[in-house]
């Protein structure tokens, strides 16, 4: 399948702006820690760059949740729910001065990775706490919606 013009561009500027960020932060990662990180992981060292991310995270929980919520979030669209679970708990469970859109959608993403592990009473745990800790954020609705039905993640589309 050939890529659309803009988005072929979009994906050559997104590889551009990694490249130039990767040489950038290769010379001054002391300058920018949270870039040095992704780098690991556009390295393909995963692990490091992971084990990177939670370092600093345990000394910097404010500036850093939301890096460790991405990371999660990918893992869920991935489909590992038990690696984005395991991203999202420590979110959901951190006393830290996090953004409140950020703990809400953490608060959410986790319920739906509850629902899609078949724990559904730990869901609608998930789902109840949005609503009534989170009601201005958008993800409320999501998890209105969430106490009703069980999150299912969509069937993945068809090539053919």
């Not at 999660?72 to 006393?95: H, K, T, W």
């Amino acid at each position: 399948m050939a890529l659309k013009p803009t988005i072929r561009f979009a994906v050559v500027g997104l590889r551009t702006a990694c490249g130039a960020r990767t040489a950038a932060a290769a010379q001054s990662a002391p300058a920018d820690p949270v870039a040095a990180g992704y780098v690991r992981i556009y390295n393909g060292d995963r692990e490091g760059g992971f084990k990177h991310f939670e370092a600093l995270h345990a000394r910097e929980p404010e500036n850093l949740a939301q890096g460790r919520y991405r990371l999660a979030y990918r893992e869920f669209q991935r489909g590992s729910y038990d690696a984005a679970a395991r991203g999202l708990e420590p979110i959901v469970a951190s006393g830290a001065k996090i953004p409140r859109w950020l703990k809400a959608a953490a608060t959410l993403n986790l319920g739906w990775t509850y629902d899609v592990g078949g724990r559904r009473a730990e869901a609608i745990r998930m789902y109840k706490k949005v609503v009534a800790d989170y009601e201005d954020q958008a993800a409320a609705g999501a998890a209105r919606l969430g106490l009703l039905t069980p999150y299912r993640p969509r069937p993945a589309a068809s090539t053919s």
